[in-house]
């Protein structure tokens, strides 16, 4: 079965960290470049971060740099994002995404919720 399995949301103060991981299966994951998208209430879905199939590549969004790393394990079929120094305007649905599988947008997660709050 083709999916992608977020995992690690939750609920943390402000300065606080989280690690998501969103395990993949049914497609050759090392062949895909992998994202993670976000989704906060009454928000359009953005992009936080993109890692290349190989993992040497990776682009982060502004409001996210210096906080919040990408990463995989090939081997594992296995994305990454570590968030540190969270704040509450990180607080959202994190989706993990295949943008090249398929057609359209690529596959989605069901999300992961992260809530920042003190």
């Known amino acids: 079965q083709v999916q992608l399995v977020e995992s690690g949301g939750g609920s943390v103060q402000p300065g606080g960290s989280l690690r998501l991981s969103c395990a993949a299966s049914?497609?050759?994951?090392?062949?895909?470049?992998m994202s993670w998208y976000r989704q906060a209430p009454g928000k359009e879905r953005e992009l936080v971060a993109i890692i290349s199939s190989n993992g040497d590549s990776a682009r982060h969004t502004d409001s996210v740099k210096g906080r919040f790393t990408i990463s995989r394990d090939n081997t594992k079929n296995t994305v990454y994002l570590q968030m540190n120094s969270l704040k509450p305007e990180d607080t959202a649905v994190y989706y993990c995404?295949?943008?090249?599988w398929g057609s359209g947008t690529g596959l989605w997660g069901q999300g992961t919720q992260v809530s920042v709050s003190s």
């Open positions: 995404n295949a943008p090249g």
């Open positions: 049914g497609f050759d994951f090392s062949s895909y470049a």
